[in-house]
């Protein structure tokens, strides 16, 4: 009898998994540029050092920091260890429970009670038990596997999760390090502007002196002195931030860790048309939303087994005696097995009810799956425009940024000959000042989105 309910234990209750179609949210191409197209999700290929592609070997110091020390991906691993150890102990319930459950006892019946069992009444006894003890649930309808099969869905969730943490740290450092190379751009713009704002006050304060011009042209040279010098701490501000922020990311206090000017100005990689078809193939955050479908799908067939009968195989071996001396004896062997049946009879729609619930977290989660994939596409879309749309941006501002140097030459010669006031000097200054100040933050901007880039594709492609 035993073995034919062990091998009926071939049997699941409950849907096998399958992913739900996602045609509905995943475009045949995406907008730019032409040759891209979805792939499978996979991953657990390799994610590769796309920030390597920037060439810059402080950039690739700080990550190798931030790999070892960052406190968030040490606690996003500590989760992975945690829900495999989770899963190890869903193995287990596989397995039968044998344990070791000595016992002694010494015990005097009651003299005065009407059962006299063996003329027992009034008596002391003792008795020493050494027996192993078997515990096994006969799993025939798949509630321990479909429950095993959902713990190992949810350790390799966690897994996903801490790549998807790794990834967005990656990210989040190599943005503070490009905005604090930005920054330093700026302020190296910054101060070349206040010197030759400083050198025109000196001119005009000697004409001035001279008699040569009005009050007027020192006062807007004074004026723009100090707006460049307001500007100047503001971006020191910014730049102190940023370099806040990359020592929390490497694991480091702020107080103890300064960055010396970074002067990176490679361009950022460039986008072909020639780029691989695996679009969301490594995405982690993909993968998680998948494993939890996985999950919430396993415990539907856990819920639904519930409704039919548990049984379970009970049985124990050892010796047993009430002499010492006579434990280890032949005599004193004792043994039991067989099994035991539950079948739920009423239990007030509580199994429907846990039925019920799963079925709607399966729902949930296939929801969640279906928006994390538009999420994803979207923010492909959003990085492949700005990668090719900031490029466009970049050479108008070189050709604003050339033409706006030459416009404060000839306003300065101009001046020098007496034809225009001083005003226009400085307009033609401040406006060329703004334009390589653009030409920075777009510089910056096509680094941010090949970084957003690298993370939406979950690694370099």
Same mark, same amino acid.
């Given at each position: ?68 020390? &960052? $406190?968030?991906?040490?606690? %996003?691993?500590?989760?992975? +260890?945690?829900?495999?150890?989770? *899963?190890? =102990?869903?193995? !287990? ?110 001119? &005009? $304060?000697?004409?001035?002196? %001279?008699?040569?011009?009005? +009050?007027?042209?020192?006062?807007? *040279?004074? =004026?723009?002195? !100090? ?235």
């Amino acid at each position: 009898m035993v073995t034919a309910m062990v091998s009926l234990s071939s049997c699941m209750v409950g849907p096998n998994y399958q992913r739900p179609d996602t045609a509905a949210q995943l475009p045949a191409n995406f907008k730019v540029p032409a040759g891209w197209k979805v792939a499978e999700p996979a991953d657990a290929k390799s994610k590769g050092a796309w920030w390597k592609t920037f060439n810059d070997s402080r950039l690739n110091g700080l990550m190798a920091n931030a790999m070892a020390d &960052n $406190q968030s991906l040490k606690a %996003a691993f500590l989760r992975v +260890e945690q829900a495999r150890t989770i *899963a190890r =102990t869903g193995r !287990a319930s596989l397995l039968p429970d044998l344990s070791f459950d000595p016992t002694t006892e010494r015990r005097r019946r009651s003299g005065t009670t009407r059962s006299n069992i063996n003329g027992t009444a009034g008596a002391t006894t003792s008795n020493v038990a050494l027996p192993l003890v078997l515990d096994y649930e006969i799993d025939l309808w798949g509630k321990l596997r479909r429950q095993l099969e959902a713990v190992e869905a949810e350790a390799a969730t966690s897994e996903a999760d801490y790549e998807n943490v790794m990834l967005a740290l990656q990210a989040d450092l190599a943005i503070s390090y490009f905005n604090l190379a930005a920054a330093d751009r700026e302020l190296a713009i910054l101060r070349e502007g206040l010197a030759l704002r400083k050198k025109s006050l000196d001119l &005009n $304060q000697q004409r001035f002196d %001279a008699g040569d011009v009005d +009050e007027v042209d020192v006062s807007r *040279a004074i =004026t723009e002195v !100090a707006a460049t010098e307001s500007d100047i701490i503001g971006v020191q501000k910014m730049r102190a931030e940023f370099e806040n922020a990359i020592a929390v990311l490497i694991g480091k206090p702020s107080s103890d860790f300064s960055i010396p000017t970074v002067s990176h100005s490679s361009a950022p990689p460039t986008v072909s048309g020639t780029l691989p078809s695996a679009l969301l193939e490594r995405r982690p955050d993909i993968a998680a939303a998948e494993r939890k479908m996985q999950a919430a799908n396993a415990r539907i067939g856990a819920a639904q087994a519930a409704f039919f009968p548990s049984v379970r195989l009970n049985g124990d071996i050892g010796f047993e005696s009430s002499k010492l001396s006579k434990l280890f004896t032949g005599d004193s062997l004792a043994w039991g097995l067989g099994p035991s049946v539950s079948y739920p009879v009423f239990d007030g729609r509580r199994n429907q009810g846990e039925l019920d619930r799963s079925r709607l977290l399966y729902e949930e989660t296939v929801a969640t799956y279906r928006q994390t994939i538009l999420n994803a596409v979207r923010e492909v879309d959003n990085a492949l425009s700005g990668v090719t749309l900031l490029a466009q941006q970049y050479d108008a501002q070189e050709r604003t940024v050339t033409a706006a140097n030459r416009t404060v030459e000839l306003s300065q010669q101009r001046y020098d000959a007496g034809i225009v006031a001083y005003f226009d000097v400085v307009e033609a200054q401040r406006t060329a000042l703004e334009a390589e100040r653009a030409r920075s933050a777009i510089k910056n901007s096509q680094h941010l989105a090949s970084i957003a880039l690298f993370k939406a594709l979950g690694g370099a492609w």
